[in-house]
């Protein structure tokens, strides 16, 4: 479960409530196996103070998503989070609108995945479904990768059917090629269980959409819905 919009909530008033630690608390009673978020380095949902606090009060691992800089490679090393998720970030972006540039970036990254390694954080990248960048994560060292879900999730019809194509391919390849394999950004309940389906993904990392619904069904209904749906699409695909 990702959190950030919870403070983004927050941030639209700037005091202390939604907490994004108390839903943190509430996703793991409702189902969530792990909380992310993600520290921007304009600070506009999550703050370091949230980071601390999240380390300090829940127990489920954390996932800790940042931009390749030095700033959050300290910020990083110093929380010790269970994992960190290198992701592309721009300024003047609304959201994440694509993966990281492994195989361009493969000097500038390298560095980044050594130092996050050594100190004991299970590194990713978040990328493309697409084989070359597979092979530029694989060469950076990183253990893990999160497939970028994004432009499934606006496609309809045919070309959200090519997308699921392509994730499948590269979820496939990515596992062949020694890759704990994730997935996220912008699934919902209707475009979860594809995804969910494909056994050899370990991880979905969700938030938007659950934020969103939690204001119609509640936080912890939106949760425990979610995990039904991943949980009948992986059994289904079991069953297969
Ligand atoms: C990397 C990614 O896909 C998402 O974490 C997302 O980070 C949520 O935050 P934003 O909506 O600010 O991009
Ligand atoms: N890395 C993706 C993530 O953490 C959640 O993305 P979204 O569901 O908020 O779009």
Redesign the pocket.
Known sequence: M?I??VATIRNARGGAHPDPVRAAKLAAKAGADGI?A?L?EDR??ISDNDIKRLRAEIDLPLNF?MAATDEMLAIAIAAKPHAA?I?PEKREER??EGGLDAAGGHNHLKRYVAELGAAGIRVSL?IEASKAQLDAARHLGAPVVEI?T?AYCEATGAAQARELDRIRDAVRYGASIGLEVHA??GLGFDTVSPIAAMPEIAEL?I??FLIGEAVFAGLENSIAEMRRLMDEARQESGDQ
Do not use: A, L, Q, Y
């Open positions: 990702n950030d919009h992310t993600h921007r506009r949902h998503e998720c992701v959201t994440t978040f970028h994004g996220g950004h990392n938030g938007h």
